[in-house]
T-cell receptor
Framework: DAGITQSPRYKITETGRQVTLMCHQT?????MFWYRQDLGHGLRLIYY???????DKGEVPDGYVVSRSKTENFPLTLESATRSQTSVYFC????????????????FGPGTRLTVL | GDSVTQMEGPVTLSEEAFLTINCTYT??????LFWYVQYPGEGLQLLLK?????DKGSNKGFEATYRKETTSFHLEKGSVQVSDSAVYFC????????????FGKGTMLLVSP
């Protein structure tokens, strides 16, 4: 009954390195999301996925890559990390949309704090 | 585009004080509105929601009413506790995009004994 987990919880890397943040959910939720949280900006959507092999850009996708080969996993890759990508990253999942006007709650993981030196 | 504006914090209160955190939004049509809460070191949790005008969402003593005429969704609690100290986020789900959320910047609440 782990729910939604993220790994690692903390990561320090250097500019130019590739970094992958992992997200795993055990509920078989259709939708998964990646957000970044920064002071003064709140949460901003990076990418989301409606199902395996279906992904779409959010508000701030530049510099990030996602994939979703399995329903339960949604890794986020920073191909060449920059200092501006220092942030706390949250993964979330949600059941299938209930239809017009019906919102399904998003469930959040504990976050990954990433520092790019 | 859609946006959410909430009051800047931190909001500092004594235990048992009345809480109001203001939230206004800009969106097309009738979005669904939410308050999420983030306790220290944790992810966000849904606190309450309202899906149409004049709906009142409530949970754990917190309330918010969807006001279409003022495009607002202010969060209130009659008597806060130290355990309510957290960051509170107002958010909306746009019409036609019911699986994505637009968040405000968050308001930190600090409650002292």
């Amino acid at each position: 009954d782990a729910g939604i987990t993220q790994s690692p919880r903390y990561k320090i890397t250097e500019t130019g390195r590739q970094v992958t943040l992992m997200c795993h959910q055990t509920w078989s939720h259709s939708y998964m999301f990646w957000y970044r949280q920064d002071l003064g900006h709140g949460l901003r959507l990076i990418y989301y996925s409606a199902a395996a092999d279906i992904t779409d850009k959010g508000e701030v996708p530049d510099g990030y890559v996602v994939s979703r080969s399995k329903t339960e996993n949604f890794p986020l890759t920073l191909e060449s990390a920059t200092r501006s990508q220092t942030s706390v990253y949250f993964c979330a999942s949600s059941p299938t949309s209930g239809g017009a006007g019906i919102y399904n709650e998003q469930f959040f993981g504990p976050g990954t704090r990433l520092t790019v030196l | 585009g859609d946006s959410v504006t909430q009051m800047e914090g931190p909001v500092t209160l004594s235990e048992e004080a009345f809480l109001t955190i203001n939230c206004t939004y800009t969106a097309t049509g009738y979005p669904s509105l939410f308050w999420y809460v983030q306790y220290p070191g944790e992810g966000l949790q849904l606190l309450l929601k309202a899906t149409k005008a004049d709906d009142k969402g409530s949970n754990k003593g917190f309330e918010a009413t969807y006001r279409k005429e003022t495009t607002s969704f202010h969060l209130e609690k009659g008597s806060v506790q130290v355990s309510d100290s957290a960051v509170y986020f107002c958010a909306l789900s746009a019409v036609g995009r019911y699986s994505t959320l637009t968040f405000g910047k968050g308001t930190m609440l600090l409650v002292s004994p």
